[in-house]
């Protein structure tokens, strides 16, 4: 079982940046593909952007590429979203999640342990 622990939401206006960090753990990090989903009100939850074990592989939403980027430090046991010219639609509950897989990441269902959420609201 891995551990999740979100971080670095918060309140910003269109056009703003945010970091947000994904700590995990309780299982050897570099093992595991890691994802960041996101969830607005009355909305399925959604993917965001996924990154292979090594690093060296991304996956971005349509409707994210060329403004959100994903990373991971496998030293430091952590997955990143940087967030680029946010929108008053990326606002969301953000997840990360890990997975074994080799594909099929845009879908939740093949991601097992997931965080508790980190709230992100852009504001017009």
């Known amino acids: 079982q891995v551990q999740l622990v979100e971080s670095g939401g918060g309140l910003v206006q269109a056009g703003g940046s945010l970091r947000l960090s994904c700590a995990a753990s309780?299982?050897?990090?570099?093992?595991?593909?890691m994802g960041w989903f996101r969830q607005a009100p009355a909305k399925e939850r959604e993917f965001v952007a996924a990154?292979?074990?090594?690093?060296?592989?991304?996956f971005y939403a349509d409707s994210v590429k060329g403004r959100f980027t994903i990373s991971r430090d496998n030293a430091k046991n952590t997955v990143y979203l940087q967030m680029f010219s946010l929108k008053p639609e990326d606002t969301a509950v953000y997840y990360c999640?890990?997975?074994?897989?080799?594909?099929?990441?845009?879908?939740?269902?093949?991601?097992?342990?997931w965080g508790q959420g980190t709230q992100v609201t852009v504001t017009s």
């Open positions: 999640a890990t997975s074994e897989a080799y594909y099929g990441l845009q879908y939740a269902r093949n991601f097992g342990s």
């Open positions: 309780g299982r050897t990090f570099s093992t595991l593909v």
């Open positions: 990154i292979s074990r090594s690093g060296l592989s991304t």
